[in-house]
């Protein structure tokens, strides 16, 4: 059984919008819990981090995305959310959430444990 499960991927027009969902197992420990994370693989390209968030609330957001994503989650039932907004086709990806007990780790957005299946979104222009 997937410990961590994407959803919201879609095919969009450049500009618009997208709001990707994970949500985690219950058999997960609270501790490997502490920071979840957004990452997008592009084909010939390296993994790359976008955003995480601790389950205090405190984000952490790539350069690349802070001015048009926004990731929340919700501790009650367990999900990760990213808003993402003006997408621009070079967003194209597929999109995986991920987690870390790591207090370093979800700060240098590096080094995430549990990983999802992912989720692909494609942005068209």
């Known amino acids: 059984q997937a410990q961590l499960m994407e959803s919201g991927g879609d095919s969009v027009q450049a500009g618009g919008s997208l709001r990707l969902s994970c949500t985690a197992s219950?058999?997960?420990?609270?501790?490997?819990?502490?920071?979840m994370g957004w990452f997008r693989q592009t084909p010939g390209k390296e993994r790359e981090a976008l955003a995480a968030?601790?389950?205090?609330?405190?984000?952490r957001y790539a350069e690349s995305v802070k001015d048009r994503f926004a990731v929340s989650r919700d501790l009650d039932k367990n999900t990760l959310t990213l808003e993402m907004n003006a997408l621009e086709p070079e967003d194209t990806g597929m999109y995986y959430c991920a987690t870390t007990p790591e207090v370093l780790n979800c700060h240098q957005l590096r080094d995430f444990n549990y990983w999802g299946q992912g989720t692909q979104v494609t942005v068209s222009s």
């Open positions: 968030v601790t389950n205090a609330g405190t984000p």
């Open positions: 219950e058999s997960m420990s609270w501790p490997s819990l502490y920071c």
